[in-house]
């Protein structure tokens, strides 16, 4: 039946499983088994909070790079049993200069002496210098970043 308004998708022509024709609306509200959510927020890798999909930082754990593992330095997308990124070729895993222990590409504070190992850019999230005036990543000013790191 048409209804004024209301388009009517053939779900086949979608490439969606599923018998007869459906309203769009209904197509995607009922996805849920796939993994879609509305909004198409996805859950942290971290804390499992729903957070958009082109999010840098979590807002909720306020950890960088919630979706996916990337390289801390160029941010292409990595396997955490990496020792070195394929993509700019530095090393992913770090020894904290505290105590060494070896610090991954997830975590700037090292978990057994608590101490920062690296900064990440409030924009990006791609790590920099502690004496970097700009992200070589992105561009972003970091002036106030340093300023609210110290206070």
């Known amino acids: 039946m048409f209804r004024p308004g209301i388009p009517i998708v053939d779900s086949a022509w979608l490439g969606i499983s599923g018998a007869g024709k459906r309203s769009l609306g209904e ?12 909004g198409y927020k996805k859950p942290c890798r971290f804390c499992g909070k729903l957070v958009d999909d082109d999010s840098v930082v979590c807002p909720f754990c306020t ?67 502690s004496d970097s005036k700009r992200c070589d990543r992105c561009g972003t000013k970091l002036k106030d970043f340093w300023k609210a790191q110290k206070g």
């Open 27 to 38: 197509d995607f509200l009922s996805r849920s088994d796939t993994g879609w959510m509305p």
């Open 63 to 129: 950890r960088a790079h919630p979706l996916q593992p990337v390289c801390p330095y160029c941010v292409a997308p990595i396997d955490l049993t990496w020792s070195m990124c394929n993509t700019c070729g530095k090393a992913l895993t770090i020894a904290c200069p505290k105590c060494g222990s070896p610090v991954g590409p997830d975590n700037d504070v090292c978990e057994k002496c608590h101490a920062r190992v690296r900064y990440r850019c409030p924009t990006c999230g791609a790590v920099v210098a």
